[in-house]
C-alpha cells in the first residue's frame, strides 16, 4: 500500500469521527433543549392553577333554598366542591313556622337541650384535602341554624381558612360567626359576610371577588 492510500484512509476515519461526534452533540443538544421546554411548560401550568386559598369546598345548610343558591354560585365561581348539611329530620314549613310557639324552631329556640340536631352525614370525602372551607347558613335568631353546630363540632378545621356566609330576611351576621369559632376544634376564622335572604348576583360576585383579591 502506498503512502498516498494509507494518507487518504486516515482523513476518511478522521472525518468520519468527526461527523459522528457533531452529530451525537446536536442530538444532545436537542434533547436538553426540549426539557427545558417541558420543564418551563410545567411551571406554566401549576402557576395558572395555584390559588391563595388552595383547594376549597363550600358547605351550607339551606332550610328554603336560599342559601343553597348562594353557596353553589360561589362554588362555581370558586370552581370549589359542594357539600349539603342535611338533618336526617328535615325541616318542613309547618317546623319552620316562627310564629308558632309550639312549631319546631321555637320549641328548639326555647330549649337549647332540643338543638343537638342529628345529621345524615358529617363526614366529607377526603375532608383532609381541602385547605379552606367556607360555611354557609340561614340566621335562626341572630345565630346560625343549628344543624350547622353539628356538623362544626364534628370536624376537625385544624390547618384550614374558613370562611362564614349566611342569609337573613333583616338580622346581620351578628355572632354567628364567632359562636361557630369557639365550638370548632381550631381552624383560622376569618370575618364572615351577610347575604339578604335573595341577594343579587352582583352582591355575590362582589363577596368572591373580594375572596380572590385577599
Not at 167 to 181: A, D, H, I, N, R
Request: hydrophobic share 35%; charged share 25%.
Amino acid at each position: 500500500m502506498n503512502k498516498k492510500v494509507i494518507i487518504g484512509f486516515i482523513a476518511i476515519i478522521v472525518i468520519a469521527i468527526g461527523l459522528g461526534g457533531y452529530f451525537l452533540l446536536n442530538h444532545k443538544t436537542n434533547e436538553i433543549e426540549n426539557n427545558l421546554d417541558v420543564n418551563e411548560n410545567n411551571e406554566i401550568e401549576d402557576n395558572t392553577t395555584s390559588t391563595s386559598y388552595g383547594k376549597t369546598l363550600v358547605v351550607y345548610y339551606s332550610a328554603t333554598g336560599s342559601t343553597k343558591k348562594v353557596a353553589e354560585e360561589i362554588a362555581e365561581n370558586l370552581n370549589a366542591d359542594l357539600f349539603e348539611i342535611v338533618p336526617e329530620d328535615i325541616y318542613t314549613s309547618e317546623d319552620l313556622n316562627y310564629g308558632n310557639s309550639n312549631s319546631r324552631v321555637s320549641k328548639e329556640h326555647d330549649d337549647e337541650t332540643l338543638r343537638n340536631v342529628k345529621l345524615k352525614t358529617t363526614k366529607v370525602d377526603n375532608w383532609e384535602s381541602y385547605d379552606t372551607v367556607l360555611i354557609g347558613y340561614p340566621i335562626w335568631w341572630g345565630v346560625a341554624a343549628w344543624p350547622v353546630d353539628t356538623f362544626v363540632k364534628e370536624n376537625s378545621f385544624v390547618g384550614k381558612t374558613v370562611i362564614p356566609f349566611c342569609t337573613s330576611v333583616s338580622s346581620g351576621l351578628g355572632q354567628s360567626g364567632e359562636l361557630l369559632k369557639s365550638e370548632a376544634n381550631g381552624g383560622n376564622w376569618l370575618e364572615g359576610h351577610r347575604f339578604s335572604s335573595r341577594p343579587s348576583d352582583a352582591d355575590i360576585l362582589s363577596f368572591i371577588d373580594s375572596i380572590k383579591s385577599k
